[in-house]
């Protein structure tokens, strides 16, 4: 719909003053968040990952959109999270080590904080150390891994070994997701669970806890 294809034309474009306003009238309008999120932002998202792999566009063209997707996140995030509510449990999530890809692993946190889960979040390039000694320390039920780069979802087992290793963290249950990551690949490294997107995350964080 031509809506959402300006919205995605402003990410593909890294135009974060137009993703702001178009995002922002959107909304205005009441047109329904899920929409806009999937059909204009990731979908922009989408076809930037295509063009930079077929090396259309290069790595400043890419941040540029990271900025203008995370403008009209700040927009949207207020409406997918929902605030005042009892918390369900308290959730780590994370991307993993050698990795600094954010975006999806912040949707997902505001999608579970939406479900009513505290998000504890450690943030990008995090250790295997790191998350078992917050999972010890706040005494977590359930770790959401992300990872972007086929080099660095491999880092996952290492996590998931570390925490079933100690007996202080070894009930703590994992779940993973990023774009190169499968069920298949879930299952090989031991996790509890996969998600494909942050509304799966969300349905799976109810399933395991
Ligand atoms: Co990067 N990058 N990048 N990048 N980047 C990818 C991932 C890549 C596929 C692009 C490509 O080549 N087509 C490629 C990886 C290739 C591979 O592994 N084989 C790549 C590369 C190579 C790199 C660098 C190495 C480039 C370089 O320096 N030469 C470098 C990595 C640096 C590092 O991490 N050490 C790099 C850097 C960057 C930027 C900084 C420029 C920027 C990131 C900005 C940021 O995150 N703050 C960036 C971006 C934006 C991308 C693409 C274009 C878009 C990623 C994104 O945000 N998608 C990406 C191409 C692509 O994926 N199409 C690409 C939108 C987001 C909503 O989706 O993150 O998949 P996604 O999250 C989804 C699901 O995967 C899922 O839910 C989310 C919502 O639906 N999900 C989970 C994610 N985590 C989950 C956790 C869960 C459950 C579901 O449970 C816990």
Redesign the pocket.
Known sequence: MAKYQELSESIIKGDNIKSKDITQKLVDEGVPTAEILNDGL?HG??V???K??ANQIY?PE??L??RA??VAMGIIKPLLSRSGTETKGKII?GTVK????????N??GTMLEGGGYTVIDLGVDVSAEKFAEEARKNDVKLI???A?????MIGMKAIIDILKADKDTADVKV??????LDQEYANSIGADGY????S??VD?ANDLL
């Open positions: 990731i998202m989408d930037v990952g295509k930079f792999k790595l890419v941040l959109a990271a997707m995370k999530i050698g990795d600094i890809h954010d975006i999806g692993k949707l997902v959401g891994l992300s972007l780069i086929t080099t660095t779940m993973v997701g990023g774009a190169p998600a494909p997107d942050a799966g995350a799976l």
